[in-house]
């Protein structure tokens, strides 16, 4: 049974350490000796049900990455640098706002409309419509837009490595279950030889043909073996409960979790590794999502600067407003109903003399009303259009400091992109001298085991003719369980290795 993981599923740096991980628990289950827990991320229980069944790689991969919190969180990173571009390309457009503002002023004050003092209490109200568009302000617009854009895709890397660390630590997760079912499976085995053995001991001992310290060597290789059958089943209760963790299921709802053992080849059976170092790490270096965000942050960097340098540039922006306003003290006059009877004397020249004639008028009376609100909006309209030129001479410095500062960001981001590749490099080389160190030892393990057993098989035979004292014949037993535990140590070491280097290939991933 094969099962694959797509090329972009692994990251280089998480592979080496679980590769790392990945031989501390092959050297523990060689000793027998009980490991910490392994690391994993936060884990709440999911909603739905566990799904039932044998788990394969792919399935365990899949399910991890739809329940995972540190990819959802990746997504809405990626979401939140999206809605930042939105709102950079929405700066191109004008900018509209209205406003009101209501006030009342008590006791002497300025007229909001006639800007003559008045000793009395005013009710104002003040509307405007603004509307602005910037014309030119040191390209800083287009360029912040370039640099958000920069940012959204490698916000969109970043979910890609989110996935792809995740991938990797599931696959690395399930291998150490695979290994850890495997170590139980052998130590049982064991268990059941040795068990085998002290019944015959107890006949050889009624027989009289080994004395009695040699049934009490059995029993307490015996116990020794039982007591490595709890110690890996433990590693493996262990790496059952990391992989549940990766998956982010509850360990209280998988009661029947279990995973589909695939057949693995042994190393031997593929000639000697051989592998182009260079064309490896530019295939590489083209695949990661790592890389290209780190690419993509050192372009951001850029842009930054440039956007920095656009403080040393003027400012223009065209404005247009449009306002009028209401005042409660505001009137106008109105002729009334009623007059007022008026009598002028005027003088007339009759021959010379003066002569007055009274004359009777009537007049009628002006008074003042309020003005309406309404009236006094229609009438105090005003458009005012006006063109704003900044031209930025000393402003403490701040510009020049935020070139000096972007710079220097930019610098940082290269440098981190020139480390992202040598750890990438490094990482190849590394994974390529192990898997070739793994590949030799597994050989040597195997021509000790073939040895070992035989060995073993005469010790036994020695043993059970009295030929051989229990202590030298366990010691030729641990030395055959030794060498087992390094033949599947290195198998499981160049498995995993082989699969990094496919994967750095371009390969896919399968088990």
Known sequence: MKTRIPIAAYSPRALAL???????????????QTPAAPAAPPSSAPAQAVPTGPWTLQGA???????????RLSELQAQNNQQVLRQSRAALLPSVNLSGSQSWQYGTSVNPLTYEFQNSTVRANNFAGVAQLTLFQGFQLRNTIRRNDLDYKAS?????KARNDLSLNVAS????LVLAQELVRANQTRVASDQEQIARTKILLKAGSIPESTLL???SQLATDE??????????????????????????NAGGFAIAVPQLPDPDEEGTLALDLNATYQTAASNLPEIRAAELRVQSARRGTDLARGGYYPRLALTGQVFSGYSSVRTVNSIG?????RRTTFFVNNGGVQTPL????????IISLPQGFWDQLDKNLGQQVALQLNIPILNGLQVRTGVQRAVINEQAQTVRAEQARLTLRQSIEQAYADARAAQLQYAAAKRQVVALTLTQRNSEIRFNNGLLNGTEFNIAKNNLTFAESNRIQAKYSFIFRRKVLDFYQGKPLSL
């Open 337 to 341: 109903t009623d007059s007022t009877a």
């Open 173 to 176: 997760a399930f291998l150490q």
């Open 217 to 219: 060597d059995s029993q």
């Open 358 to 365: 009274s004359v009777l008028t009537y007049q009628r009376n």
């Open 227 to 252: 007591l490595n059958v709890v110690t890996a089943q433990n590693q493996a209760d262990l790496a059952r409960l990391s992989l549940l963790q990766f998956m982010n299921i509850d360990p209280a």
């Open 18 to 32: 679980a590769g790392l991980g990945l031989n501390l628990l092959l050297a523990s289950a060689a000793q027998a």
């Open 61 to 71: 991969v899949d399910y991890a990455l739809a329940h995972n919190l540190n990819v």
């Open 156 to 160: 969109l890397a970043d979910i890609e």
